[in-house]
């Protein structure tokens, strides 16, 4: 009997410790489910497996916890790098400058698009260019309700907060649904007398970011679906637009906007001055990527009573939405868009932009700086144009928070701008250093130009500057030019560099990628390393090409055949590429600039082994010149 007890004792504990024990099928269910902040509680407690550790992050990256985000990602990066999708790297990256650690973030970043990203010189030079800059003030003192999405209305505002705490908790931040609430702003620009917004249009699940017509009687806003709907593996609840009506004072007359859908998210709408347009953020098939700004027309009844209807949603392109998320839109009365953005260059999450309407196309967005903008998410922007002042929200705190804020003009701008290309294909040379130097050749100005391959830089009026593109690889062009005093100018220079490869026909890009210089071959005495005259005329070749070329960078690679020890043709190999080098700086060339190897018999251009012919040992000893940069 004592034993059946044991037993049953054994067992229960058994069933204790395995329902104890954290699960990855319960941790994966969750994520699933988009229970973000349960699911990282299990997470923190698994073996840190690669999809742990991308879960891990991922379940704080969508609730903009950056800095805990940053741990799990910076060790999926270190263990599991080439296996990762390259949007991991994305994400760390942010995550990294959410943490304000900008140098590490560019350098992640940098891999991710390919070419260098410079945060701390992109602000300085945004601190040049920016048309206001801009004084905030937070407009609530507790930073833990949630306030966002922010609207004028009437005399009044509208925003989203989760403070109702009677409405249900949404899995995903552990949060209360959103509601809509009601407020006026006092003088000292804090949220008064805030009252929950209409009952007809607050339900038990999320309402926000809504925009009024000017007359007041309509209302456009976003509400997440009521039920999930399969989407491939996801069971996703969409967020949809709804219009509402507002009849003898109560709001009512709800209806779901058509270019809506069970099936992808519309959300963030915003009207434009005359009403005739309605702009809002989707993920609809065809955008570019995850989120894109998108309008519809608005089309008005001419017949009494009859709804409008909407035009087709019509994606605002390229020059605006990203691989990444656009959205938050707002339309101020002059047509200027302005918007949120993390796949345009940024501080940090989303970055609030701004874009003007002319001859019937955006101009290229510009970041509005670090005066708004932070290292956290920053977006919502409204504005009134007549007194330069307006509200935007942003995470920074580490919840979402409304913020007042006045703009003035930033001071009177002089600036040279242009683009970098090759000078061959004319195709733009993205991560290419830009230098300005002023009428004494003091560096005034540097920039690493971004996807765009785009410069600007800040400059006073009537004097010379010159300004140098270069790119490893390529050769340095500088252009010469005046300013005047013609008040806020624009110089477009587009400097065309080209790269040692089209310059010089001794200079070949080779199958594995790597740019040599071809010489004559240089040959050694058996067993011996001294330069001969024949050597020392083929090497004053590529002296004078460092010469040509003083930032050229090269590495002396030397070869042997293989008719003696691996270890013997080592050394021999290393002692003639010194040799080589030791001359070539004799003549003058920074040692700096070089570097030597030795490989022996280990890359034979020929891989004859043991029955090579004379012509093929002769093949395989060999000097290469290869340029670093």
Known sequence: MKKVYLLLFLLVASWTIQAQRPSLKKANKLFAQKSYVEAAKVYQDLKKTQEVLQNLGDSYYFNSQMRQARTPYAHLYTAHKDSINPEYLFRYAQALKGSKDFETGDKIMGEYLGYEVDTKKFITNLNRLVPYTYDIQVMNQSSRTGDFGITYYGDKVVFSSFRNLQNPIYSWNNQPYLDFFVAEVSEDKKLVNIQPFSKEINTKTHESNATFTTDGKTMYFSRTNDKRIAIGEELVATVKIYKAELIDNVWGHVTEMPFSSDLYSTQHPVLSKDNSKLYFSSDMPGTLGSFDIFYVDIIKSNEGYAENSYGDPINLG???????????????????????????????????????????????????????????????????????????????????????????????????????????????????????????????????????????????????????????????????????????????????????????????????????????????????????PEAARTLDVLVDL?????????????????????????????????????YIVENGIDRKRLRSKGYGERVPLVDCKDKCTEEEHSINRRCEFLILK
């Open 318 to 532: 390229s020059t605006i939405n990203t691989i990444h998320r656009e959205q938050f839109p707002f339309v101020d009365d002059e047509g200027t868009l302005y918007f949120a953005s993390d796949g345009h260059q940024g501080i940090g999450g989303l970055d609030i932009f701004m874009s003007k309407y002319f001859d019937g196309a955006y101009s290229k967005p510009l970041n509005l700086g670090e005066t708004i903008n932070s290292e956290s998410d920053d977006f919502g922007f409204v504005l009134k144009l007549e007194d330069d002042t307006g509200y935007m929200s942003s995470n920074r705190s580490g919840y979402d928070n409304l913020y007042a804020f006045t703009r003035e003009e930033n001071k009177r701008q002089f600036t040279v701008r242009g683009t970098v290309r090759d000078k061959n294909s004319q195709n733009l040379l993205p991560g290419s250093t830009i230098t300005l130097f002023d009428e004494n050749d003091e560096q005034v100005g540097q920039m690493v130009v971004g996807e765009d391959a785009e410069y600007v830089f800040d400059t006073e009026p009537n004097k010379v500057y010159s300004i140098e593109g270069h790119r490893d690889f390529y050769i340095p062009t500088t252009e010469i030019f005046v300013t005047n005093d013609d008040g806020n100018i624009t110089l477009n220079i587009e400097l065309a560099i080209e790269s040692y490869d089209d310059a010089e026909d001794i200079v070949v890009t080779k199958d594995d990628g790597y740019i040599y210089i071809e010489l004559e071959n240089i040959y050694f005495d058996f067993n011996k390393y001294d330069i001969k």
């Open 546 to 582: 460092l010469n040509k070329y003083p930032r050229m960078e090269i590495q002396l690679g030397a070869h042997t055949d293989n008719r003696a020890s691996d270890l013997y043709n080592l050394t021999l190999s290393h002692n003639r590429a010194a040799a080589t080098l030791e």
